[in-house]
Structure formats: C-alpha cells, structure tokens
C-alpha cells in the first residue's frame, strides 16, 4: 500500500463516545461493529429516517449497509418523484429501479482501476437528461443520486461517497473463484492468461466477498476457502493477497471458532516456516492473535504452537511469547492455568 495512517475501529471509550455524539444507544450495533465508525454513522441516519422506534435488537454492518443503501435509494426516487409528478406506490417502484441501478454501477466498477466508473458509464446509469423507459422515463437522475451524496464526483469520473460500502456492495457482484484464481492460485490460470495487475488497495471487495461466502453458503464453505489460502501462503510465503485476505477474513468474522482448524493450520505453517529460517508473513505478526474472536483458551492453544517460531530474547521485535504475558496480565485468573498446560 502506499504511505497511509492506517484508521482501524475505534477503542471502546472512544466508540461510546461516537456512539453518544451520533445518537447511537450502546447495544444497538452487534459486538464486532460497535466500534466501526463508518456503521455507527451511517446506522445514525438510517435511525433519523425511521418513524418509529427501532426493534431493541442489536444489528451488525451488513444489516446497517443493506438499510442504508435501501434509505438512499428511496430519498433519490423520492427526489425523483417530486421532478416527476409521481406519488404512492411508483415511488417506490422506482426506488427498485434506482437500486438496480447503483447495484450495475458497482458491477461496472470492479473492473481495473481505481474503483469508480468514467462520466460516460455514469451518465449512461444515471442520466442528467430524460431517461429510457426501463427506468421510468423523466429527468434528473445524476442530480439526485449527486444531491444525495451516493455518489461524488473523482477526477474526471465519479465514484461511491463511502468507500468500504462501495466494497460492501461490489463483494455481492464479484466472481470469487475468478478473484482468487487471478490473484492468489495463480498455477490454476490457464496458460497464456493475461490478467491485469490488481492495486493491493482493492482488497476491500474481495473481503466482502470472502465474508459473504459464509452468510450465504454456510461456514463450512468459506472454511474450506481459507484453507485453501493457507496453503497456498505456504506454497509462496511471499504472497500479499493470500496473507491479507486470510488476516481480514479471520478477524472480521463475528465468531472465529468454526475457523479454529484453519488458525491451527496457520499457526503451524508459521512456525514450520520458522525452523526453516524463513520469515513470518508480515500480516500474521505476534499481535495478530489477540485479534481473532476465539475462546482463550484456543488463544492460548494457537499461542503454544507459535512460540517455536521466536527468535532468541535478545532479538528486537514483538514476540508470541510477550502477547502470552500480555494476555496473562489482562486477565491473570483465566489465563494462568491455560498457560499451566503448556
């Protein structure tokens, strides 16, 4: 990636903080996004649009996404309607069509490039004059989507205003298999093959579409995937798409455990790799462990098999035995007789 601030979530105090300052009760996002920023703002507004009280559920990031993007795209076939004359239930059928509309900008924007689509491709979508039948007819598209903020203008093209819902929402158009073939199990491309290079800051909808595999295929599937990708990162240590979409997946699942087998597979690579002298994938670092949401004691398990790959004490750098000690420290009642075991 090119020289960045890296934002991740929020710490917990700050995530209150947030939370209170957008009018966000603490509960009401799921655990693992309570201290995303992008979701706790965009779940502020889809709040401020409803009639009534939300249900007391707590509700995660792709939930907020799919009713975000719902929420816009009814405030652009409202604005439509006003220009247009129309009322009631056209309203909403063109809400329908809007959104079939974003959801072909977003095929359209995953080929090669930055991520966003020239002003033909926009215009064609989205037309500044009268529009073709499919869509309804009247005027006014590109302003509205504009007006709306589901779009803004980038260089001489247009892309989507928030860039990891643009992710969100290319992960369910993206070819997955195509994806990993062409990044990743490069051996299974046919010979003669020429793929355009894919900019690293990209990954984001190749995330989404990892994450998407379990929701709608079931655990199991996206399981085996990552195995795959272990063992592909072990065929080329080297190999910064199956590291990174390995350490995303990995972290971003609300609950780690049915993946213990694949951090087990992980872990014993790392330090197989390390008796052999070679180096740890930077992603897969000693404090990359605390962050898969796991049990600890299957923490503590994956923490054993790592410490083989550390170097001697004297050695600058993290270690795996020194996040053990931080663990301990935490929380030294639990911890303590899991590290007895080892």
């Not at 719902?70 to 309607?81: E, G, K, P, S, Y």
């Not at 529009?131 to 589901?150: D, I, M, S």
Request: contains cysteine; charged residues 20%; aromatic residues 4%.
């Amino acid at each position: 990636l090119p020289p960045c601030v890296r934002l991740g979530d929020l710490r917990a105090d700050e995530a209150r903080e947030v939370r209170a300052r957008h009018g966000v009760p603490d509960g009401a996002l799921a655990e693992p996004d309570a201290g995303h920023p992008l979701t706790i703002r965009l779940l502020s507004e889809v709040r401020a649009a409803l009639p009534g009280p939300p249900a007391p559920v707590p509700v995660t990031r792709d939930e907020v996404f799919t009713a975000y993007l719902d929420l816009m795209c009814l405030r652009v076939a409202a604005r439509l309607a006003d220009e247009n004359g129309l009322h009631g239930t056209a309203v909403r059928r063109l809400a329908a069509k809007v959104s079939g509309q974003v959801h072909e900008a977003a095929r359209r924007s995953l080929g090669p490039g930055q991520g966003g689509l020239d002003r033909e491709s926009f215009e064609t979508l989205f037309p500044c004059g009268p529009a073709p039948a499919r869509l309804g007819g009247g005027t006014g598209w590109a302003p509205a989507v504009l007006a709306e903020g589901l779009f803004v203008p980038a260089g001489s093209g247009y892309r989507f205003a928030h860039e990891e819902l643009a992710d969100w929402i290319q992960g369910t158009h993206l070819d997955l298999d195509g994806a990993l073939r062409a990044l990743v199990h490069r051996r299974d491309t046919p010979l003669g093959t020429h793929t355009l290079p894919v900019p690293h800051h990209r990954i984001g909808s190749v995330a989404e579409a990892l994450l998407l595999l379990a929701r709608q295929h079931g655990v199991p599937q996206l399981a085996l995937t990552l195995e795959e990708l272990v063992h592909a990162l072990d065929l080329d240590p080297h190999s910064w798409w199956a590291a990174r979409l390995l350490a995303e997946a990995l972290t971003r699942v609300p609950d780690a455990t049915p993946y213990t087998d694949v951090l087990r597979l992980l872990a014993d690579g790392i330090a197989d790799r390390a008796e052999d002298g070679q180096p740890t994938p930077q992603a897969f670092g000693p404090g990359f462990w605390t962050a898969p949401r796991v049990p600890e004691a299957t923490r503590l398990d994956l923490l054993r098999r790592l410490v083989l790959a550390d170097g001697p004490p004297h050695e600058p750098g993290p270690r795996h035995l020194d996040t053990a000690a931080g663990l301990l420290v935490a929380d030294p009642t639990a911890v303590q007789p899991l590290l007895v075991r080892w």
